[in-house]
């Protein structure tokens, strides 16, 4: 449980992707098991080997959760972390809710990606700021109140593990009822974030991916997550802490 450590992303490409000089189109369609349409959404992937520029299989996950959850989502103001092409953040968009997209304030090429990827879902409402973890940014502190916080894979360098819950936690401070909706691959079982979860007065709690369909290795069409271990868990603050 919550074993979380570094290693390289993989991804891929299928051949029926649309390729520019500098971009791969993706498609990811999330089927409905209630009924309603599928949802389609489009991303621009960059071809840059930097961790922003294409999607992740975390994120896939994430998105399919998302999808599942749509109702909750409509009306709930959503900030994504870390958001890169933002796949999880767009779906959100899809489903009715206010999407603010943050990625470093020091890598405005993340940012111009997560205002690409606003465009071709022609979700233009969506906000998009610099946020760098751990930092009590004005950027930061100017934010409404957030229903739901999206992360997936942020955490990758254990350097970053204590200022993405610290971040979470102060976005908790104007919301204590919010929730930190996150995907990680498993890649070692030396490292944890349970420790740091106590320090800071936040709880997990595990959500099974046979319970929103996602315990597959192809997921909306793509060839994500494939056969990385991927788990998804939901972090909120203690009560009365």
Same mark, same amino acid.
């Given at each position: ?8 992303? %993989? ?20 089927? #409905?098991?209630? $009924? ?5 959404? %489009? ?12 999607? *992740? ?26 958001? $890169? ?18 990625? #470093? ?19 233009? #409402? ?6 760098? *973890? ?87 069409? %793509? ?19």
């Amino acid at each position: 449980m919550l074993n979380i450590a570094m290693d390289s992303h %993989s991804g891929s490409i299928n051949m029926n992707d649309s390729v520019d000089t500098r971009f791969v189109h993706k498609t990811f369609t999330f089927e #409905s098991h209630d $009924g309603t349409p599928p949802l389609a959404v %489009s991303i621009p992937e960059v071809l840059d080997p930097q961790y922003g520029m294409y999607v *992740w299989p975390c994120a896939v996950v994430l998105a399919q959760y998302l999808w599942t959850a749509k109702e909750k989502l409509q009306n709930s103001t959503v900030l994504e972390l870390g958001a $890169g092409v933002s796949l999880p953040g767009v779906v959100a968009a899809k489903c009715g809710a206010q999407v603010i997209l943050s990625d #470093s304030a020091e890598l405005p090429l993340c940012l111009n990606n997560c205002k690409r990827s606003c465009e071709v879902n022609d979700v233009t #409402s969506v906000s998009v700021v610099g946020l760098t *973890w751990g930092q009590v940014s004005p950027e930061l502190l100017s934010l409404p109140p957030v229903d739901i916080i999206l992360g997936s894979d942020v955490f990758y360098e254990p350097e970053d593990f204590e200022d993405v819950l610290v971040t979470v936690l102060l976005l908790l401070k104007h919301n204590p009822n919010a929730q930190f909706w996150t995907t990680y691959q498993e890649r070692s079982t030396d490292w944890s974030i349970e420790a740091l979860l106590h320090k800071w007065n936040l709880k997990c709690v595990d959500v099974p991916l046979e319970t929103f369909h996602a315990n597959r290795n192809h997921l909306a069409g %793509s060839s994500l997550p494939g056969n990385h271990t991927i788990q998804m868990m939901i972090v909120t603050a203690v009560a009365n802490a």
